[in-house]
């Protein structure tokens, strides 16, 4: 491993996620208050952002939480309006799932109009995610593409709900087009870094804990 970033240096580019089917408002709480005490930022259930918002650490903590989650085929308008809702409510960016049926079809202005329709409803950052395990290498590339020309903010391997998670490769060729997420099947600190040293400027991981617990501490 060439790079290595201290537990105060990873932190930041950390979003600890909880969005499991099952997520409580006690499991938010908890995830708000690991990231409040290590210094990450915290991805959460849509529902749960309002209340979020008022928690003792949120201040400290930079708010994502997700729109179209987690399979991307709600209807383009029901997506906007999410989305403007989550940011009402407190979210400070939003992580946005693709519509893979429409890109597989070929029907790539449509997926450009959905993402640019969401970015222009919201003044906080938009990451979008592709799904990079239902993908080819071509269609990957053509759902950057579709990111770029709505004004993403980022892009995003996986949800974590589909088969398989970042890889390398995917990270690698996603970074060619904007700034990376590598999310899903990210567990320790050597596959965090192993992202950031292929291009992620962001790491989504329910995991952040045992992320950090095994980077160096500084000097």
Known sequence: MATE???SELA???DHTVLGPETTPADVETVLAAAGDHGM????PPYAVAEAVEFEYAPDVTIAT???FPHGQ???EVKRREGVAAWQAGADELDVVINVGRLKAGEDDAVRAELAELVAAVPVPV???IETALLTDEEKRRACEAAVAA???????STGFADGGATVEDVELMSEYLPVKASGGIGSYDEAMAMIEAGAERIGASS?????NGAPEAE
């Open 74 to 76: 709600h209807d383009h």
């Open 12 to 14: 930041p580019l950390i």
């Open 66 to 68: 997700v729109v179209g």
């Open 127 to 129: 990451k979008v995610i």
């Open 208 to 212: 952040g804990v045992e992320i950090l």
């Open 5 to 7: 970033l201290t537990r």
């Open 41 to 44: 930022n915290a991805c959460i």
């Open 151 to 157: 004004d993403a903010a980022m892009v995003k391997t």
